[in-house]
Structures are given as structure tokens and as C-alpha cells.
């Protein structure tokens, strides 16, 4: 079997980013992992309306393959709840879009079942969305999701990375799998009798952080400490996102040792012959969410959330992630 790259899997990541460059130059309020809108809400001080959005991708793929539809909702919301929370806010609605070729009743009710587990995991309300049925658009038996997460925080309890500094520590928070990320390689790994094998491991849903982050947040702030930045290891993997949460001169180094690989990465590396690159380029390689902070919060962090691991730290440099 050939060596296999994200890129000739049909995704050019490169690309993805020269577009969304275009995008921030046309549009300059657009950045970070969720976009913000101030208000000022009866005098109560200086707030920001949180908003961001976000699909499954070709996990969806996945669920037609295995015919498992009860999850992907839940990947749909956790997509746009985990964004929406790296900058401090808090969930308030979730809409979706679902269309879809022909309606299948009883398949729609339970892609709906998974979206409002999601939102109950992501402490979302429902408030609407938009079914669409169009005919000789999707091939039979197929449909695609789209989701919008609305949320709130205020001014002064804004997580933006700034405050960020040399010394500061990187915790991480363990993911579920692949999440919704990388399946267009994935799908090129696993066929067949091997898909039967790994199927229900690849389709487990994205792992929803909002319980343990707000968790953290508040057993932080008590003691008058806070989380410097959050970071949501989706596509591109830690190589790619963490990166966009550092202030100048602040380069991330990861102790890639202090946390175990999950397997099922290291079976699409080997049934791929995946470059290690590739790997932490593609996949979050079992770290689902970053968070920096003050080596003085470090006791109390772990304290507040046990399983949250001591990864890496925060070194004078260019503004990159180290892999170690």
C-alpha cells in the first residue's frame, strides 16, 4: 500500500488556510476559534455575543457506511460548543441545518436524538434550525449537518491568549478518538472487514468539553486565577491550532511522552503508512482540548480536574508548537 497523506486524501489543508487568510482580510472581525460582537447589556458592563459554526465532515460518511446515525449529532453540536468555549463564553443556543435528498422519518429522529444530547452535554438550547429536503441533490440515503453555537461572555472574563507569558504551563484533556477530523484519510485506512472491526471506534462522538472547562474556570477564578488559553485540537491537530491562541515571541513546547497515544491512531498510521507528521497534523492524537496556565494554578488545576495532564509549557520563541 502506498504512503498516505491527508492531502492525498482530497483534503489540501494548505490551501483551506490561504482561503481563510482571504476570508480575515474581507471580513476582519472573523478569527480565533469563534467569532465575538460586543454589547452592553443594561449598564451591567461591557459584554461579547459569542457565535461560531461548524459540520461533521466525512465522518458523516461513517454513519451511512455503518448505518449508526444516534451520534453524529452529538459530533455536531461538540464541534461548535468546544470553539465557542476557548475564549471564556458561555453556551446559550444551538440551531442546526439538516438536508438531506428524500426525509427518512424514523433516521431523522435519531440524528435529531444525538443533536439533543449534544446540546444537553453542551448546555445548549435547541432554538431552531432548518430541515431541507431536496430531491436529486444528496444520493439516497444520505444527508449533511451544519451547526450554530451562540454564546456569551463578559469583557473581563475574556480568554483570548494575551496574557499568555515564557513559563506558563500547558494542561491537556484527553479526546475520545478522532473526533470529526481526519475521516477523508480514515476512510481511505479502513474498508471492508477492517471498518466492521474499527467502526464502532472510529464513530464514537466528539467528547464535549463545556462541564469540565466551566468547572475549571470557576474553581480558578474563586481564588482569583485564570485560564491564559484555550485551544481546540481539531483539524490540523496541535501543530495547527494551538498556534492560534500564542502572542508574539511565545512558542508551545509538548512533551509528547506524557500522555499515552490512543491505539486507534497508531493502527491508521500503520494500515496507512501514515508519515508521524502527517499524524500530528491530521489527528489530535488523544488531546482533545489545551489549556495554559500559570504554573501557580497548576495544583489547584488538577485538583479541580483530575485527568487534566501537564503536557508542555510556554518558551521564548517563534510563534509555533515544538513536538518533543
Given at each position: 500500500?502506498?504512503?498516505l497523506?491527508?492531502?492525498?486524501s482530497?483534503?489540501d ?7 481563510v ?9 472573523i478569527?480565533g ?10 449598564g451591567?458592563?461591557?459584554?461579547q455575543?459569542?457565535a461560531c ?6 465522518k458523516?460518511?461513517?454513519a ?5 446515525h ?16 476557548t475564549?471564556?463564553?458561555k453556551?446559550l ?16 429522529k435519531?440524528?435529531l436524538?444525538?443533536i439533543m444530547?449534544?446540546?444537553?452535554q453542551?448546555r445548549?438550547?435547541?432554538l ?12 439516497k440515503?444520505?444527508?449533511d449537518?451544519a451547526?450554530?453555537s451562540?454564546?456569551?461572555?463578559k469583557?473581563?472574563?475574556l480568554?483570548?491568549g494575551?496574557k ?36 464502532a471506534k472510529?464513530i464514537t ?5 463545556v462541564d469540565?472547562?466551566n468547572?475549571?474556570?470557576?474553581g480558578l477564578r474563586?481564588?482569583?486565577q485564570?485560564?491564559l ?8 491537530g496541535?501543530?495547527?491550532?494551538v ?5 508574539k515571541?511565545c ?6 511522552g506524557a500522555?499515552t ?8 498510521q500503520?494500515r496507512?503508512?501514515i508519515?508521524?507528521?502527517d499524524m500530528?497534523r ?11 496556565i ?5 495544583l489547584?488545576?488538577q485538583?479541580?480536574?483530575?485527568e487534566a495532564?501537564?503536557?508542555?509549557e510556554i ?10
Open positions: 500500500m502506498p504512503t497523506t491527508y492531502k492525498k482530497g483534503v489543508t494548505g490551501l483551506a488556510d490561504r482561503f487568510d482571504h476570508i480575515q482580510k474581507k471580513a476582519p472581525a478569527g476559534f469563534a467569532g465575538l460582537f460586543p454589547l452592553d447589556l443594561n451591567d458592563g461591557p459584554y455575543l459569542v459554526t461548524d459540520g461533521v465532515g466525512t458523516l460518511k461513517l451511512f457506511l455503518l448505518n449508526k444516534e451520534t453524529i449529532g452529538i459530533d455536531l453540536v461538540a464541534m461548535c460548543v468546544n470553539d465557542l468555549i475564549c471564556g463564553a453556551p443556543i444551538f440551531l442546526d441545518y439538516y438536508a438531506t435528498g428524500k426525509l427518512d422519518l424514523k433516521k431523522s435519531r440524528i436524538g444525538g444530547e449534544g446540546c444537553k453542551g445548549s438550547v435547541l431552531g434550525g432548518e430541515t431541507a429536503e431536496m430531491p436529486g441533490f444528496y444520493q440515503g444520505e444527508y449537518l451547526g450554530f451562540v454564546g456569551i461572555v469583557q473581563k472574563e480568554i483570548d494575551t499568555i507569558f515564557p513559563g506558563d504551563l500547558i494542561l491537556g484533556l484527553r479526546s475520545s478518538g478522532p473526533h470529526s477530523n481526519g475521516f477523508s484519510l480514515i476512510r481511505q485506512v479502513f474498508k471492508g472487514a477492517a471498518l466492521k472491526k474499527w467502526g472510529l462522538p466528539t467528547r464535549i468539553y469540565e472547562i468547572k475549571l474556570k470557576d474563586a481564588k482569583g485564570i485560564i488559553g484555550l485551544s481546540h485540537i481539531t483539524g490540523g496541535i501543530v495547527e491550532n498556534p492560534r491562541i500564542l502572542p515571541g512558542r508551545a513546547v509538548f512533551r509528547t500522555w497515544i490512543p491505539p486507534i491512531f497508531r493502527e491508521i500503520r496507512g503508512r508519515p508521524e507528521a500530528w491530521t489527528f489530535n492524537m488523544g488531546i482533545g482540548m489545551v489549556i495554559v500559570r504554573p501557580s494554578s497548576l489547584l488545576a485538583k479541580l480536574l483530575p495532564t501537564l503536557i508542555g518558551v521564548k520563541g517563534k510563534n509555533e508548537v515544538e513536538l518533543r
